[in-house]
């Protein structure tokens, strides 16, 4: 039976006294989240709920609340210094986002992702429940500063790509959040970055027309999803979305490789980060090698060579001084 996780960290305004709940709320979210300011015109004061679970370097934020506005300003972004990508998933209430001039309308349903090294306005008009999912922004990107988005992006519902994209985000963050389990944080963690790169980037699914790069997105999920699925292979991804192999391989061309080198490339990726953390120490590199499909630590020790120009074990070192 799989662990339940735990919160790494949980908090409630009820049994604060009203005339001190902003500055409590505010505090909370200085250790756990981000520096803001949070100010209310609720006549009974602000009323909030949040807890944190991490899934890996990814970060998942439930927030339950009454009309609240919460604020980063310039002054913040030197006290609380944070670069991240918050993705925010409504799911109950309206609200609004002002950043880098731009407002925007959010509703319950709509997904929007910014930067919160970017000053930022965000307020709710009632009661409200939302998920943020958080990853860093270096890692995220891998260090690609050209993609971090200089304004927020609001996932297209129009789109079937944008459908599906904040759809599978929103079921995945709630699942986890309402069932936090041990063994579902690595493919959590995977779908979340690669869902999060999407909507800021959709890179190569720009050629393509709708339909071809709805089923393009759903085959990258699926994927994430999946990565420590030994049985894992192009006939499998093509099965669970109802396609021909030669139809899946024709849309992973727009991706200039083929499934099976985009499968071994995010278990590569999977592995290199999984080296570098603290909850692998334990684990030896076999092990990790195994874990993400490798027939032999050899085969997987030769394959990360040529990828990141070091062997795993220089990798762990590294990350570990």
């Keep these: 039976m799989s662990t339940t996780l735990s919160p790494r960290a949980q908090a409630s305004t009820d049994q604060v006294p009203s005339s001190q709940r902003l500055a409590f709320w505010e505090s909370y979210n200085a250790s756990q989240l981000i520096g803001l300011t949070c100010s209310t015109y609720d006549p009974h004061g602000l009323r909030a709920q949040g807890r944190v679970f991490d899934a890996d370097d990814v970060a998942?934020?439930?927030?339950?609340?009454?009309?609240?506005?919460?604020?980063?300003?310039?002054?913040?972004?030197?006290?609380?210094?944070?670069?991240?990508?918050?993705?925010?998933?409504?799911?109950?209430?309206?609200?609004?986002?002002?950043?880098?001039?731009q407002c925007y309308t959010v509703r319950a349903?709509?997904?929007?992702?910014y930067s919160n090294?970017?000053?930022?306005?965000?307020?709710?008009?009632?009661?409200?429940?939302?998920?943020?999912?958080?990853?860093?922004?270096?890692?995220?990107?891998?260090?690609?500063?050209e993609m971090r988005p200089a304004a927020p992006i609001q996932v297209d519902n129009r789109l079937r790509t944008g459908r599906l994209l904040a759809n599978t985000l929103r079921t995945m963050a709630v699942d986890f959040v309402e069932r936090p389990h041990a063994d579902a944080v690595p493919g959590v963690a995977d779908q979340a970055r690669h869902l999060l790169r999407a909507a800021v980037d959709p890179g190569a699914a720009r050629e393509l027309n709708d339909m071809a790069a709805w089923r393009l997105l759903r085959a990258e999920a699926f994927i994430a999803e999946h990565l420590n699925d030994p049985a894992l292979d192009a006939e499998k991804v093509a099965r669970a979305l109802g396609l021909s192999v030669r139809q899946l391989h024709r849309l992973f061309a727009h991706r200039d490789r083929s499934v099976s080198q985009w499968i071994w490339d995010k278990r590569l990726e999977r592995a290199h980060q999984e080296l570098a953390g603290d909850g692998s120490r334990k684990l030896s590199i076999g092990d990790i090698a195994y874990r993400w499909g490798f027939a032999s630590q050899a085969h997987f020790s030769r394959a990360f060579r040529g990828r990141y120009g070091m062997t795993p074990m220089q990798h762990r070192r590294a990350g570990q001084a």
């Design 109 to 113: 349903g709509d997904v929007i992702v």
């Design 60 to 101: 998942f934020t439930e927030i339950r609340g009454n009309q609240h506005v919460i604020e980063r300003t310039r002054s913040l972004l030197k006290t609380h210094p944070k670069d991240s990508i918050f993705a925010c998933i409504l799911l109950e209430g309206d609200a609004f986002l002002f950043q880098s001039g």
């Design 117 to 145: 090294a970017i000053p930022y306005l965000y307020g709710f008009t009632g009661d409200m429940r939302q998920i943020i999912v958080e990853v860093e922004a270096d890692r995220l990107f891998r260090g690609r500063r």
